[in-house]
């Protein structure tokens, strides 16, 4: 038995620094998240739908770039994959509130994105949190960013910010302004519930102060 886990756990190891590297080279065609998707649209009686442009990072407007650091993780470009402060924060107010929220960075989001399965569990997060080694230690947080924005989810059927650019606004990602970036960004917690177009009030509140915190943070050094 330890023979077969020690063989599987050199197996996983490989596979994962393979799929690591080669990403980091090469644009991930998609990701089980959108798979899975696409079958839930099939289920529901709707045509299978993956709206997706690849934009390389520097025909992504920077004003989309500082919203994502502004709305998701304002320290993106200090830590080395986690924010050990924001996830004590939510853990704090988690445990007095029904309303949970999270402590994820950037590089955990496309960890999870990227290589992982929908779900919740202590084994996942732990593979996350592995993945997440990994890419900080292969990646530049420029590739990091890039992959990220475009692989999100950020509407029903709609990933990367190419394609929400375009289902929004009507125009490309490289044309994006500080408001319509900030209105894209406030929607990346629960794209399928939120509009970039027709924010609620809470949602009016929240891109205030995204925009509020992208002037803080300024031009961002990748």
Do not use: C
Not at 115 to 122: D, H, M
Not at 145 to 153: D, F, G, H, R
Not at 209 to 219: D, F, H, Q, S, V
Request: charge should be positive; avoid cysteine.
């Amino acid at each position: 038995m330890f023979r077969v886990f020690k063989l599987v756990f050199l197996v996983f190891v490989g596979i994962s620094l393979l799929g690591v590297l080669f990403y980091r080279f090469v644009n991930p065609p998609f990701t089980w998240l959108m798979i899975e998707r696409g079958f839930q649209r099939k289920a529901a009686g709707k045509e299978w739908k993956i709206d997706k442009q690849w934009k390389d990072f520097d025909d992504i407007s920077d004003n989309m770039k500082r919203a994502a650091v502004a709305a998701e993780d304002q320290s993106f470009l200090e830590h080395h994959g986690f924010d050990f402060r924001a996830i004590e924060k939510a853990i704090e107010k988690n445990a007095h509130s029904k309303k949970l929220i999270g402590g994820s960075t950037i590089s955990q989001q496309v960890a999870k994105n990227v290589f992982l399965w929908e779900g919740r569990s202590l084994l996942r997060k732990g593979i996350e949190a592995y993945f997440t080694v990994l890419i900080e230690v292969f990646w530049s947080k420029k590739r990091i960013m890039e992959v990220y924005l475009n692989e999100i989810e950020m509407g029903d059927g709609i990933y990367g910010i190419e394609a929400a650019s375009q289902a929004y606004f009507h125009k490309s990602a490289a044309d994006l302004t500080k408001h319509e970036a900030a209105a894209i960004a406030v929607i990346f917690p629960s794209p399928l519930k939120w509009s970039a177009t027709k924010p609620t009030r809470y949602l009016k509140h929240r891109q205030y102060l995204i925009m509020k915190n992208m002037r803080r943070l300024g031009p961002l050094d990748f």
